[in-house]
RNA sequence: GGCGCCGUGGCGGAGUGGCUACGCAGCGGCCUGCAAAGCCGUGUACACCAGUUCGAUUCUGGUCGGCGCCUCCA
């Protein structure tokens, strides 16, 4: 296992990874509110944290990733009321239309997906603790974090608590002792049609204790990252974060781990409430899985990443230099260089989860390889790909139908003959038919271009 | 108003106190019958103004511009 960091929202700066449990590393991440199709911006941090993985595993953890579906709240309420269905309907629709779009990123599933309507125990119980402890308390069937009573509140989000906006909070902003507690659970309201019985009446969880007893419950406290859009460090994970450090005494991570927003338009953040969206399905259909994943990539997770269609085709283009790539390895020992880039793929990753740096060693590997022969074999490049889950570009090719090899054999005919026109023909008549001929020196190659 | 982030060559996008990031596109060359792929070479890039320094794109201060959060938001 090679050291590894991670920028830590928190403190600021880049923290070592330490795992709890030797070798164990917990990720939680959080997911979409699924009261519509995902978008694009959406997918980055499933698309983040599920490479993460993959890379932390290759480094030879134990990885957990989990990936809540918050499918309760006022969102769904209005849409479901919107759409004239039932908000548990609503939700059940949403969440497996998510999973339909994610599982075509072909990235695996993170390995629990909860839902907030599958933990109401837990949350129940979370309340209760801090209830009892003075952190928390019940006015009129809504309960209350009272935030004054952390000191460290706001630590996290880096926010002096009395430099705060004191929000304009319309609801239930009557009931509270402060301007700036939150509700951790909601009296159930006319025309709210999913509620549950509470030791404070009937009604349903506020949006952060979810994920806090989420959380806990999957991989206890103190786990190792806690992640999640940018959008969320305030003021959802500094309630999270509030929420577990007052009921326990321990913090909920070690470290908060944030990704930068998606862009479209100017340099606008894309999301739902703007209505700046593209949705994960269609830009996958436009531009292809592959384009899509290695335009997420491309960027630092942290920075800020604009969708425009001339990016996404020039990651296109980019994935057609790694395609070639494949075309040309062999079975040879790798160089000094091919190794040297194949461990500078993995310092990248291992430095703050740098995908552009990694990038850029991958393509210095298939440079020192094209400078190979004999090729190298396939191995450390399908190791690098695998992790970004791009390997699939190194699959064999489609193998030239009957028709296509005997046009190639005629063309052939005539290049021997030095007939040039109508070898050229027949090459004009292959590339109608989807097929480039390049002739090599062990003979002509047939590729498949559409 | 508070907190935080960003401004890199045609485009995307890393990074560093002095040494080619990388990819796409362009240009020249090699290879090829011609191509394609590949290889080699190629671009007074670091918003602006001061300062620190032998030296700053990289540090400090300021200016301009853009963004995020402070309310639901990945």
Redesign the pocket.
């Known amino acids: 296992m090679r050291f590894i960091s991670i920028h830590d929202t928190r403190t600021?700066s880049a923290l070592p990874l330490q795992t709890g449990v030797e070798g164990r590393v917990g990720i939680y991440a959080?997911?979409?509110?699924v009261y519509s199709r995902v978008h694009v911006?959406?997918a980055?941090?499933f698309v983040v944290f599920s490479v993460l993985k993959r890379f932390l595993e290759r480094e030879g953890y134990h990885v957990t990733l989990v990936v809540n579906v918050?499918d309760v709240n006022d969102?769904i309420y209005d849409a479901a009321r919107v759409a004239g269905r039932s908000s548990d309907e609503l939700a059940r629709e949403m969440t497996a239309h998510y999973i339909a779009d994610t599982d075509r990123l072909r990235l695996g599933r993170p390995d629990f997906e909860p839902r907030a309507t599958e933990t109401i125990q837990p949350i129940i119980g979370l309340i209760d603790d801090l209830v009892s402890r003075g952190h928390a308390y019940a006015e009129q069937g809504d309960v209350y974090f009272r935030v004054r009573s952390l000191p460290s509140y706001g630590d996290l989000?880096?926010?002096?608590v009395d430099?705060?906006?004191q929000?304009e909070?319309v609801e239930g902003a009557a009931l509270k002792e402060d301007p700036l507690d939150f509700a951790l659970w909601k009296a159930a309201k006319p025309g709210e049609d999913v509620f549950w019985d509470s030791p404070w009446g009937t009604g349903r969880p506020g949006?952060h204790i979810e994920c806090s007893a989420m959380a806990e419950e999957l991989l206890g406290v103190g786990f190792e990252i806690h992640g999640?859009?940018?959008?969320?460090?305030?003021?959802?994970h500094e309630n999270e974060a509030a929420q577990t450090l007052a009921a326990r005494g321990e913090q909920l991570a070690r470290i908060w781990m944030h990704?930068g927003?998606?862009e479209l338009g100017?340099?606008?953040?894309?999301?739902?409430?703007l209505g700046n969206i593209r949705g994960l399905a269609d830009v996958i259909d436009e531009f292809g899985r592959d384009a899509v994943l290695y335009w997420l990539l491309?960027?630092?997770y942290r920075?800020?990443?604009?969708f425009a269609p001339?990016?996404l085709e020039?990651a296109a283009?980019?994935l057609?230099?790694i395609v070639?790539a494949g075309r040309r390895l062999g079975g040879a020992e790798p160089n000094a260089e091919c190794s040297d880039s194949h461990d500078a793929f993995f310092a990248a990753l291992a430095d703050d989860f740098?995908t552009?740096?990694a990038?850029?060693a991958l393509?210095?590997w298939?440079?020192a390889a094209?400078?190979c022969d004999p090729a190298p074999a396939r191995g450390q490049l399908e190791g690098m790909l695998g992790i970004l889950g791009l390997a699939n570009l190194l699959e064999g090719e489609e193998q030239a139908p009957a028709e296509v090899v005997a046009l190639a054999q005629r063309r052939d005919e005539a290049?021997a003959a030095k007939d040039?026109a109508t070898?050229?023909a027949l090459r004009d008549e292959l590339a109608a038919l989807g097929w480039?001929?390049?002739?090599?020196t062990s003979g002509p190659e047939l590729i498949k271009t559409f």
């Open positions: 600021g959080c997911g979409p509110t911006g959406n980055r941090p918050t969102k989000s880096h926010r002096d430099q705060m906006d929000g909070g949006w999640g859009g940018i959008d969320l460090a305030f003021p959802h990704n927003m998606v100017g340099h606008e953040k894309m999301s739902k409430s491309s960027g630092h920075q800020p990443l604009a001339e990016t020039a283009a980019s057609q230099r070639e740098n552009p740096r990038l850029a393509f210095g298939i440079n094209n400078r290049r040039w070898a050229d480039e001929v390049r002739d090599g």
